[in-house]
């Protein structure tokens, strides 16, 4: 927080309905994720007992962090957090940019307090100062990394007080905040403020195990090895014998051990390292198959074990070259979508559950083998995922098309520092961005970046995107240990409208990788289910024409598209605070421009058939059909399409333009429909039937579909599933032009993230909320949807 008189947020307009509805005393449920709407201390808990789950919490004023501060009156919420309500549009950034405190109130037991103790918060935006019991404690400036902050001895065995003040104000010297620029639309996504993931308080022995890093050693030859980097800290000088144990499971089954003894310990950090060697067992992680490795580090002083440490990680060779990329030495073309953090209602405050999904979506239903984390290190949820999914990684320091001052380079170095050591054991991160995206020259700072990945891990290369001419020619920053690639953000515009988009030819000598194209800068700008036919069936054609192009060329290591999801941002092309370019919108439900994506799959993991188009002849869809030219998405080698009253046609993918995707699209002429005719599509791979769908043109059957991710959640107070809200035919299939209000309802132990009235129309009949449990309060949850002129649907979830 910056060193001045804090000034309390204002109290918020209450003028507009639904506004009224989530700032309400009951309904304050949906927009914030609070717990309950009680105005009272609650009795303080153990802090082994769900600690840094429930805050009190409201604006800052002063003597808010003091320990005796009548908080009485502050509602109680449950982090992860964001300090307003929020919709899933028209968000204003001066709602969070204000000062803001979260207070919690813990018993600590005796064996926490006799030992060395520490807090480890996750991730704060956009500031943070910590105060224990009164007492100032750390500050954090910057909320894309953990910081964690030393409280041996200031535990009592009474009323503890953890009280975290919050600035959410947008123009602090931190990346990627900018000083200079009077509002946040500088910048391409917007922040909202709160304590938005994971508080822990923790205790440790007073010699224990900080840090493991577990470097990977000509893993494609017969020396093959890991190097574990054990990092030590200690409270005071260690005399006699210290041991380091370090020992390689895979799949429960125990490879290697190997040992190394030293003499002593000095006061602070000491780093070991151990060799485990005889590794010909271990089975490489790959994208197909993710096989995972667990290394144990037991460190023992004196004979004793007083410590051990646990790190997950997975074996294999990445390697970015002139030539294409290579996994475990053979060629994979790397093909990939952008990802941003960002939810409807709560900005980034979703816990695991609703983390990993994305990486599930990504996987599971776009196909995809590469993810950018664009532009700042996410949830360690969603990389733990990446690696069990088996999802490539980039990640990269915050930051978006701009560079501080000296200042804020100095926390830009400290971010690559604390993003390299937080997640150099995940075998998904392939490359390090150590250079914010879109920005030129800076070679002392890059200098300075990347010489520190190199040192921090040297088997990874580094990166940087850059656009447009002066990036695409400018010079190459120097290699380090692990060499480096050259990303470029590829907007290159086609020559005409419906004309393919093209793509710059890789630069000579140097690894080549396509960090954006399409986005909303090549095609139209906006993809919304309320956009035009044509524009939606665009938007999955755009995103096949550069991924063919770069199929085309051995010497592209992959493209990774903008992007996977919707975002808030106030930016160029922005409509009321949302950009429109993923193939998923905000709420995670696939567009028609996904249709490319989700067919891009060996059918043995399923067949895939997806219309770019929508069968409706209502008003606002095309007049006779969609088109002589329909789009059909699949990866069957020929359908038959049958209109009811016409002869079925056969249609074959189109590989004449795209010779090099692995499944092409299908067009096949359906125009000169007369009424509602069914449509059935039938799919077939080597001759025979693997697929068929029916789609109605008749709404008299349409309904609403409520379908919940996940049928459990833990009853924590944090644990968090999606419930998806659809219009939909008879057989399933999306219906367009949807209108009306969409009522939502909750009953049993859960907390409605969203609205309970939803513009169905205005959402295109797509739409989703979330439902986060009750702390301590297991039972049944019915998630109920009513709209007047569909039916009512209900999904039923058990929190356990």
């Not at 709407?37 to 802090?47: D, I, Q």
């Not at 550069?546 to 592209?556: I, L």
Request: charged share 20%; proline share 8%; glycine share 10%.
């Amino acid at each position: 927080m910056a060193d001045e008189e804090p000034v309390a947020a204002p109290a918020p307009k209450t003028g507009h309905p639904r506004r009224k509805f989530l700032l309400g005393a009951g309904a304050a449920l949906a927009g914030s994720g609070a717990l309950s709407a009680a105005l009272y201390r609650p009795t303080p808990t153990e802090a082994t007992s769900g600690f840094g789950t429930t805050w009190q919490f409201g604006p800052f004023v002063p003597g808010c962090t003091d320990h005796d501060f009548d908080d009485r009156s502050m509602p109680l919420v449950s982090v992860p957090h964001c300090v307003t309500p929020l919709s899933w549009q028209g968000w204003h950034p001066g709602d969070w940019q204000h000062l803001w405190v979260y207070r919690q109130h813990f018993l600590a037991p005796p064996e926490l307090r006799k030992n060395r103790t520490f807090l480890r918060f996750d991730g704060v935006l956009s500031a943070a100062t910590v105060y224990l019991n009164g007492r100032r404690i750390a500050s954090r400036s910057g909320g894309y990394l953990p910081f964690t902050c030393e409280v041996t001895g200031l535990l009592t065995d009474e009323d503890n007080v953890l009280a975290v003040a919050v600035d959410g104000r947008w123009q602090q010297d931190t990346p990627p905040d900018l000083p200079e620029y009077p509002n946040p639309t500088a910048i391409d996504f917007y922040q909202p403020a709160g304590i938005y993931r994971a508080v822990n308080l923790y205790g440790t022995p007073q010699v224990y195990l900080s840090d493991v890093f577990a470097e990977q050693i000509a893993v494609l030859t017969p020396n093959r090895a890991v190097v574990v980097h054990c990092t030590v800290d200690a409270a005071k000088a260690v005399q006699g014998p210290v041991r380091f144990t370090a020992t390689l499971s895979q799949a429960g089954t125990e490879i290697a051990t190997a040992v190394t003894d030293t003499t002593g310990l000095g006061k602070g950090e000491t780093t070991t390292t151990v060799t485990l060697e005889g590794l010909d067992a271990v089975k490489l992680w790959d994208v197909t198959e993710p096989a995972m490795c667990d290394i144990l580090v037991t460190l023992s002083v004196g004979g004793r074990k007083v410590h051990t440490y646990s790190v997950r990680t997975g074996l294999r060779d990445a390697q970015f070259t002139v030539d294409g990329f290579r996994l475990n030495g053979r060629p994979l073309k790397l093909f990939g979508l952008n990802r941003h953090q960002w939810y409807p209602f709560v900005g980034g405050a979703m816990p695991e559950r609703v983390q990993r999904r994305d990486a599930e979506i990504l996987k599971n239903e776009l196909n995809v083998n590469m993810v950018r984390c664009s532009h700042y290190p996410q949830s360690p949820a969603f990389l733990d995922a990446c690696d069990e999914l088996g999802i490539l990684v980039w990640e990269e320091l915050p930051g978006w098309d701009h560079v501080g001052d000296t200042a804020w380079q100095e926390l830009a170095v400290r971010d690559v520092h604390d993003m390299i050591v937080r997640d150099r054991n995940h075998p998904s991160i392939i490359v390090w961005g150590t250079r914010v995206n879109e920005t030129l020259g800076q070679y002392t700072l890059y200098g300075k970046t990347d010489q520190l990945a190199a040192e921090l891990d040297p088997t990874r290369p580094c990166t940087g995107a850059v656009a447009g001419q002066r990036g695409y020619v400018s010079p190459l920053y120097p290699v380090k240990a692990a060499g480096g690639v050259f990303s470029f953000n590829d907007y290159s515009r086609p020559p005409s409208r419906n004309a393919p988009p093209p793509l710059r030819p890789p630069r000579h000598g140097v690894p080549y990788l396509v960090s954006e194209a399409v986005g909303t800068l090549v095609g139209s700008p906006y993809f919304r289910r309320t956009d035009p036919l044509d524009v939606q069936r665009e938007q999955s054609m755009l995103h096949a024409w550069v991924h063919e192009h770069a199929a085309s060329d051995p010497r592209y290591c992959g493209l990774i598209a903008w992007c996977g999801f919707d975002y808030p941002s106030g930016w160029y092309h922005s409509l009321r605070g949302v950009k429109y370019p993923g193939v998923v919108d905000f709420f995670r439900i696939p567009k028609l421009g996904a249709g490319f994506y989700r067919a891009q799959r060996d059918p043995s993991r399923g067949a895939v058939i997806e219309p770019a188009f929508y069968w409706d002849f209502g008003p606002g869809s095309p007049r006779g059909g969609p088109g002589r030219t329909a789009l059909v998405w699949s990866n069957c080698d020929q359908l038959v399409v049958r209109v009811a009253g016409r002869r079925p046609v056969t249609v074959q993918p189109d590989r004449a333009r795209f010779a090099h995707l692995k499944h092409p699209p299908f067009l096949v002429n359906l125009t000169g429909i007369k009424g509602t005719p069914e449509l059935a599509i039938e799919g077939r791979v080597k001759g025979q039937t693997v697929l068929r769908r029916r789609f109605s043109a008749d709404p008299a059957f349409d309904t609403l579909a409520v379908t919940a991710d996940d049928g459990q959640i833990i009853a924590d107070g944090q644990d968090t599933t999606r419930v998806t809200l659809r219009s939909v035919d008879r057989y399933g299939a999306p219906r367009p032009h949807a209108r009306g209000v969409l009522s939502v309802s909750v009953d049993g132990p859960g907390i409605l993230i969203g609205e309970p009235f939803l513009d169905f129309g205005a959402l295109g009949g797509a739409a989703a909320v979330w439902i986060r449990s009750m702390r301590g309060t297991p039972g049944t949850i019915t998630v109920t949807a009513s709209h007047p002129f569909l039916d009512t649907g209900s999904a039923t979830i058990s929190a356990v």
